[in-house]
């Protein structure tokens, strides 16, 4: 806890309110878990009364505090008159900025939370040892870095080839199939059981570094979000993509 009040929290995107329960374990005086689906967060009521965590309102007993709307929509009203120490947040997509984020956690930086001046005077130093105490803005994650790299993988090139439809021959279409956008690695891994992590696959080329993203410095409109500009690919071969994250 930090000053009279303690520490407070803000969950943005707190969906099965997991990352507001460790907030509170950790000693927050207040969480409060801004969720936009009613679904989630109906589930997320259950899951808090489960583990032990009743809600209320922001100014009664209650540690976590759950809203249910979209974190724009949200007022300093909503967290009880006071801003906030900490922002904690798991709206990162498979492409981390694809849910958003940095968009979402800036507006909720400038209205709801501490250390309203310039950057260079709001953001602690790493392992300064500064925090809530201080009246300074936490982020958590602080910044995130995004990679990629060329891969052979016999299974993937298996199930996004073509050879015979209606009795035809159409395997010369294979020559400009993508395999790797996000959009088909993440559909390939819901619906068709598919993992690269545990498929056979050798490196091509990279890992490669594409972007880094620091959510105390960047935001939707000064971020540049362009990666690598060209990469050595010394093999013949259908391109597939893999995307992580670290």
């Avoid at 922002?87 to 990162?92: A, C, F, H, Q, R």
């Avoid at 880094?212 to 960047?218: P, R």
Wanted: with cysteine.
């Amino acid at each position: 806890s930090g000053g009279s009040g303690g520490v407070r929290v803000v969950d943005v995107g707190s969906g099965s309110g997991l990352l507001s329960m460790m907030a509170a374990r950790a000693g927050a005086s207040r969480v409060f878990a801004i969720e936009q689906s009613k679904l989630l967060y109906d589930a997320s009521l259950e899951v808090l009364k489960t583990n032990g965590y009743p809600t209320g309102q922001p100014n009664g007993n209650s540690v976590i505090h759950p809203i249910n709307a979209l974190s724009t929509d949200v007022t300093i009203a909503d967290l009880g008159g006071e801003r906030a120490h900490v922002l904690v947040s798991e709206t990162l997509g498979v492409s981390v900025l694809d849910e958003a984020a940095l968009a979402y956690m800036d507006d909720v930086k400038k209205r709801m939370m501490v250390g309203s001046g310039p950057e260079s005077e709001s953001r602690p130093e790493s392992g300064s040892g500064s925090g809530p105490l201080d009246g300074l803005l936490q982020i958590v994650p602080a910044r995130v870095r995004t990679y990629a790299a060329l891969i052979r993988c016999r299974e993937l090139k298996e199930l996004t080839t073509i050879k015979h439809a209606s009795g035809f021959d159409v395997s010369a279409i294979n020559a400009i199939r993508d395999a790797g956008q996000p959009f088909l690695m993440r559909r390939m891994s819901k619906d068709w059981g598919f993992m690269l992590s545990e498929a056979e696959h050798t490196m091509v080329a990279g890992p490669f570094e594409i972007m880094e993203v620091d959510f105390y410095q960047h935001n939707a409109t000064s971020f540049d979000a362009s990666g690598v500009e060209g990469l050595v690919v010394k093999r013949r071969g259908p391109v597939l993509e893999e995307l992580g994250s670290a």
